[in-house]
């Protein structure tokens, strides 16, 4: 027996360091890089909070991906049915990977570089400079992976338009002057 | 520019109505079933709240698989280190599936076998009876399957113990007579 609380508040343990720094240039899945300028996925940080326990990152690294779990903090409230990227009708929302969802909680695969000093270095990032982290989980192809799975109306698009249609970002950018001295800060660091 | 909050707080979109009542009963990732009496995955049902707008369902059905993102509300408190059920050494929470996580926020990719009135029916459910559901993502191969990524840990424990080692459930139980008497309710509908 319990009581189910009627919402759930959740504290970020991480920030993103990432070169996009507003929605228009992010590409819309990090697998989909073939807009953005230098044509790859781009490298961004996870920077935990000040109080976070590094003990919790052990045994991270050795993972080729990860889960992140993030809030879209930039999101405005949602409707039901959301204009997807790709073009064609209004979607269920519920059905889109949009941002502007019931509850704002994006999700990406994202592929671990390095395990730092209270960070991780990811790469194929499709998140905003400043998006707060949620949770950070092992990607495990036994209970993740199912490469054949059917995708409804986005494989219905994708069969008519080519392969993995969604647009890459519109406005790509090259990593913020700020960002690249911060990454070289760590790079010439003792870690 | 904007001001990141210090919390999110997220109401759940759904419960779910499955055979396992208690932590003890389910298995550990939706996909091991090999401990369950019937040796196959359970079905559940996710029965959206009433005031959740039905046209944000629209467009799901023909996706094999979603995702759910769910409270894991019966989790109470965290360590930075946890013990497997897999056994071995204790692990960096995070590079773990744990249900006692910093935000205690669970993540299944569940077969959808039917959209319904007001709910989904899924197989492959590792959840329990009750939980709250706070989004539901179509689950999309090109962005989330990634059969050969490296487990880190997890492939040294399979390959000493043999793939996909994860414990199925210690007491492996039928469906309650409520949720068989709701279900049948269900099936004899008109939907």
Not at 145 to 155: L, R
Request: net charge neutral; hydrophobic share 40%; proline share 10%.
């Amino acid at each position: 027996m319990h009581d189910t609380p009627d919402t759930f508040t959740f504290r970020p343990i991480a920030f993103v360091r990432s070169p996009y720094a507003r929605r228009i240039d992010a590409p819309h899945q990090p697998t989909v890089v073939a807009g953005t300028e230098a044509g790859s996925a781009a490298d961004a940080i996870i920077e935990f909070v000040a109080d976070f326990p590094e003990a919790a990152l052990q045994d991270l690294a050795g993972f080729e991906r990860i889960w992140v779990l993030f809030a879209f903090d930039r999101s405005e409230g949602w409707k039901a049915l959301v204009k997807p990227p790709r073009g064609g009708p209004r979607r269920g929302v519920l059905a889109t990977r949009s941002p502007h969802r019931p509850n704002a909680i994006g999700l990406s695969a994202v592929e671990l570089v390095a395990v730092e000093e209270r960070c991780l270095r990811v790469c194929g990032v499709d998140l905003l400079d400043g998006t707060p982290i949620l949770d950070i989980k092992p990607y495990v192809p036994y209970a993740d992976a199912f490469p054949a799975s059917c995708a409804g109306w986005i494989d219905a698009v994708d069969a008519a338009q080519g392969r993995q249609s969604a647009p890459g970002p519109r406005r790509p950018r090259r990593f913020s002057p700020v960002f690249n001295r911060n990454v070289d800060q760590r790079e010439t660091g003792s870690e």
